[in-house]
C-alpha cells in the first residue's frame, strides 16, 4: 500500500495541473498582501470603525495574522475548483489515458488502488491548505510582524498573540476536512466517466448549488442546510470565536468525516464492479 | 501436459452484444498459443477476462489450475500482458514507467532487471525519454518490456504487431520466439492476421462472434494444400496469359498492378517459378498468403 500511495503522489505531482493550485494560492497570497501592505490601514480602519469612538487601539494590529485570517476566509471557497482539478483526473485521467489496463493487470487489488489512489487526493488537498497556511502566516508575519489578532464575527474578540497559533493550526485542519469533502466528491465522480472535465464541472456544479441553497433565506432551505457539506465549509471559523463552541466543532468534524467516508465507500463499491472497457 | 489456462463455458454480454458466447479454451505450458479472430470477434473481452479487467456472466476461467477470481493476485504475479494499445504513462520516462509497474508486480525488480529487458525490446538508448516522444512502435515495445519486467512465466500479448512495420512485425515475432525457446514462457498471443500466427504458434483457437470456430494444432489446422500465391513481375499481362493458357490455369484469380494472384499447391511453387523463368518472366517475388478470411471460407465449407 505504501508503494501505491507513493506511486499516486508521484504521478500527482508529475503533472503540470497538480500546480496550478499551488500556483494560484502563491499568486493570490501575494497579491493579498501587497493590497494590505499599502491599503492594509483602511481595512483595519474599516474593521473597527464601529469602535473608534469607544476604545483606542494601539499595537501592530495590521500584523500577520490578520492577514492570514482574512486570506484565509477569502480563498478557502474558491480552493474547491483547484482540488476538483486534480481529484476529478484520479481516476478518469487513467481511463483517457488507456492505463487503467495496464494498472489493473497488476498484482494489486481494486480496493487497493482505489484506497491509495483516494489518500492521494486527500494529501494532495491537504497539502493545498498547508501551502496556504504556510504561505499566508508566514509571508505575512514576515512582511507586517505579528500580534494580537482583531476579529470581527458576531462580536469582536482580540486574541492576544501567544493565543493564536494554535487557532490557525486547527483551523487549518479543519478546513483541509472539509477540502476533503469537496475532493471525494470529485474522486466519486471521477469514477462514474473517462474523462476529468465531467467530475470537475459536475463537483463545482453541487457546491454552487449547495452554496446558493444555503444562503437562501426561506425556512425550508434553512430546515436543508445541516444536510448540505457546504454548510461547514465556513466552521474553520468556530476556532476565532469569542467562546470555543466545541460541540459544534465536533459536530463538524464528524459530518464532514461521515461524508469523506461516504464518499470513498460508493467510489469503491461502483469501482469494484466496474468492466474496465477504455 | 499442464494447463497453464482453462476456460470452460465462458460467456460476456454487453447490453444487446453477445461477445463471448461459451467460449472452452485450454493452454497448455510451454504453448505459443494463437487467439485468432477477426475484429469483433471477442478475443479483446476474453483477454479482458483473463487479466481481471471484466467480469464474466457465466463460464469459469482457471489459470494455473487455480480459479482467477479467488487466487487474482497470485495469478497476475505469474501474468504479464499487454491488453489492446500499449497505453503508458506518457509524462514520464520508459525506465520510470517500468520501475513503477515493476513495484506493482510483487517481485522486488532492480535496476539491472530494467536495464536486461529494455535491451531485450530494443529501447535501452532512448530509457530516460518520455514516453510521450515515442513512435507507436516504440511504444509497443515499451508494452512488451511492462509485460516482461516480473519475469511472468505466462505472456499475455493482444495484436502486438498492430500498427508496425514489417521491420517491426519480424522482431516481435523473433521476440516471441526468444521468449518461447530460450525463456520457456506461455505465449497466450491474440491477431487477427492468420500468417502472422503460423509463423510462431505451435496450437490455436479461431473463434468468431465469441464461440469457438476451430481449435487445434497449427500444423494440423494448415494442412490444406491449397494456398493463394501473389507472383509480382514487370510483366503482369503476359504472365497471366501464360498461366491461364497452362495448366496452372484453373487457379488463376486475378492481375493487378504488377501482380498477378492464383491458387495453387503450396508443394508446386518452386514449380511454377520454373516454368515462369522458363517463358522469360523475371519473377521479382513469389508470396503465399493466407487469410484468416479465406481459411474461414475454406473450414466452413468443410463443415466445420
Redesign the interface.
Known sequence: MKNLIGFELYKIFRKWRSYIGFIAITLLVLVVETAMYFEGDKYLHFLTRSLQDTFFFTGNLLNGYLIAYYVLGALVIHIPFLITLVNGDLLAGEATMGTYRMLLSRPVSRFQIITSKFLAGQIYSFLLIIWLGVLSIGLGTLLFGSGELIVVQDVITVFSKDDVLWRFVSAYLLASLSMGVVAGLAFLFSSLVENAIGPIISTMTIIIVFLILSAINIDFFRALKPYLFTSYSMDWRLFFGSEIDAGEIWKSIGVLSLHIAVFYSVTLFIFKRKDILS | MEKIIEINNLYKRFKDIMAVDDLNVNVYRGDVFGFLGPNGAGKSTTI?ML?????PAKGSIKIFDKPLHEN??????R?G?I???P??????SAYKNLE??G????RPIGKKRIEEVLELVGLKERAKSKVKTYSFGMKQRLGIA?ALIHDPELIILDEPTTGLDPQGMKEIRELILYLSHTEKKTIFLSSHILSEVELVANRMIIIDKGKTVVEGEVSELLKTPWIKVEIETDEPVRCAGLIKNSGWGTGFESVKDNIVTLNMEKELIPEINKFLIENSIKVYGLTPKRSLEEYFLNITEKGH
Request: aromatic share 14%; net charge positive; glycine share 4%.
Open positions: 479482458r487479466m481481471t479487467l471484466i467480469f487474482r493476485n497470485y495469478i497476475l504475479s501474468i500482458a491488453v489492446e494499445k497505453d503508458l504513462y506518457n509524462y514520464m513503477m509497474l513495484r506493482l508486480s510483487g511492462q
